[in-house]
Each structure stands twice: as C-alpha cells, then as structure tokens.
C-alpha cells in the first residue's frame, strides 16, 4: 500500500467511527427513528392537529405521522367515504365514543369494459362518485377474491373517473355487468409493520353497502404486513368480514370484538404465519366466527368466545397446518362448532390440536357437530376438552368422515355420538 492509498484508508476508519459514535449516542424511538415520538390528535371540534369528522380528515392526520409517533382520534362519529390507510412503525389509538362509519353505498354500470391495467374507467352516474372516494370494480364472473379491483379516485371528468392503482383484471361490460360501487376496506395497514392499532370502533354500516370478501376487504384489513396489533378494538355490521388479514406475519388481534357482519368475524388467510387471536369474541356473524382461509400455519387461538354464528364456530381448510386452539367457548353455531373443509390429504387442514376448549350445543334442528373433521384431513389432536352434541337428532359430539385421517382423543369429557 502506497501513502496516498494509506491516508485515504485512515479517512475513511475516523470518519466510520464518527459515524458510529453518533448513531449510538443518538437519542432514538421505539421503532429505531432518531427523532421524538410525537403524538398527533385528529377531533371534530375545540383544540387539536386536524379538525373535522370523515376519512380525509383522517388520512390527513395519518399522513403526518413519523416513525414512533401515535394518532389519537377524539369522540365522535367518522364516515368514512375511503379506507384510512396507516403507515408503518405508529399506533393508532381512539378515544370513547368515536366510531368510524362507513359511508352510504352507491353504484353505477360502466358504458365500457374496464381492461387490466386500466387507470380510467368509464361510469353511467358519474354524479354519484367524488375525488378521494375509495371504489370497487367488478362484473358477474369476476366479483370475488383476489379478481375484485379495489382503487381510489383521483379525478371525476364527465363520465370518466381517474382511479388508482389501477384494475387487476378485465371487467366485461357487455355479458358480464362490469360496475363501479364505493365498495372498500375500511381502517387498514397494507405493505406495513410494526403497527399498533387500538380502542378503535368501525362499523360498515352493512344495510346500506354491497358485499366485500374478505380477501380484498374487512371493517380491519390488514394486508401483507408484520408484526401488526388490533387491540382493544371492535368491528362490527360490515357486509363482509369484520377482521380480516391476507399474506401477514405475527399479526396479533387482543381482547377484540367482532359481530354482526355478513361473512366472517376474523379471516386469517394467504399464507398468514404465526398468529395470535386470543381474549376476543366472536358472534352473531352471518357465516363463520373465527375462518381459516389457505396456508394459515403455525396459528395460536386461545381464551376466546365464539357463539351464535350462522354456520360454523371455527373453519379449517387448505394448508391450515400446526396450529393450537385452547381454552376456547365454542358454542351454539349454527352448524358445527369446529368444520374441516374437504381438501386432498396434502392439501388438508392437517395436525392441528384443540385443548382444553368447550365445544356446546353446536346444529340446527336437522345437524349439528361439535366438530366436524372431513375426507383426507390428518393427525388431529383433541385433548382435555368438554364437548356435547346439542342433544337433536342426527348430532354428533365428534363426526369423522369416511377417509378423515388419524384422530387423537385424550381425556376429554363428550357428551353424545363419537362416530362416522
């Protein structure tokens, strides 16, 4: 090494141990930002950092928020025209008596195909539709799932409304009824982590709004985020699922509440990992309370209440693997109270393990099933449970179809038929 490469080699060490030095001595955040946490206040009158009662004024105040910082929303009711979006590394907290509201449904046809990658689509009664308004395009075929385009409009101009992202697919108008409605998730944290969202109350206002799986929306939606809280919170009348989140990891929903939607009371689902459900109560759903949906592994659901379902308690199907439901109340669901879907023994809902759970009065007046483990599922272990049949004709405490795989019975206490 020549002298000049030397001097410029020892620039370079002081100036990394400068570096380091003040990174260490710097004061930092919880989520590792080296500026103050700052709390940002959002209310409908009197004193606070935003002023005023919709999701704009809402999403204006989370667009102020830095890494570390806490969003505070004041009493009130919030309708909510678009999903309020929240970045990453905040949390979210609400105060008693706020609600946020979803907004009164509208819809309109198109005038013609809305084709992939499309940012302007073309509407009937562009005087239903507004700049900021959250959207859902579909048609007859393509109205469910991941094939539904869920958008916000940047422009109205005539009978052209600007929108973005853009579609996901190709909408038909002609054989297939292609159609805008203001359709949308409501509170949200997509591509996101380290979120805390808490003391929250949404509501979807179901009897005035058009129907949104779970896949693409929720009164909560979370999508592909990490390490992503809903504490304390309540979701409720959503035309649709209550709690639902898609691709996300270590997603924790405490000492929650979610009831009277449509669909489901919460929907982990697409290859959801490690998640924890625990102290909520799940009930008076139209379909299911708590619905594993593809790939959802390595899950704990514990200390939770789900009764009074329209069909089923817990729901089990593709790829659910390794998951633990404990100390759970099960009860009274319209079908079954634990339901595996049918899938190829691969593909099945496969060692899963239920302990200590009371599973009670689960059916209707021509079925009903404590639980319910269909053809090719395997290696489940029900251990140290009470369990009963709801006592009608044709029910049974614990129903293994023809085909089901392994089952592990241990200590449990069963009231009715055992069989298959």
Known sequence: MNRHDARIEFAILVLTIALVATSSCAPHSVSGSTTA?????VAQSGTADVIGSDSATLQKAADMLRPGDTLVIGPGTYRMDASLLIPSDVTVRGTDGKILLKSRGVESTLTEDADYGDRYVSVTNPERFHPGMGVEISDDALHSGWDVTIARIMSVEDHILKIDPPTVRDYDLEHKHARVSNTYPI??????????????TVDGNKAENLYLDGCRGGAIYLYNVRNVTVKNCVARNYNGDGISFQISENVRVLNS???????YGVHPG?????????????HNNGDIGLFLCWRVRHGQFRDNVIEDNGHYGISIGHKDTDNEFANNTIARNGTSGV???????????NRNTFRG???????????????????GVNDTVISGNDISDGGGTGHYAIYRASGAGPVRLEKNSIQGRVGN
């Open 257 to 263: 509440e979610s009831y009277g939607q449509t669909g």
């Open 357 to 375: 759970n009371k599973v009670i009065d689960n059916g209707n007046a021509k079925a009903g099933y404590g639980f319910y483990i269909a053809k």
């Open 187 to 200: 509170l949200c944290a997509m591509n996101a982590e380290n979120v805390s969202l808490e003391d929250l």
């Open 270 to 282: 697409t290859g959801s990992s490690n998640s924890l459900v625990e102290r909520c109560r799940l």
């Open 339 to 349: 339901y595996f879907r049918e899938e190829t023994p691969v593909n099945s809902g």
């Open 37 to 41: 946490s700052r709390t940002i206040t």
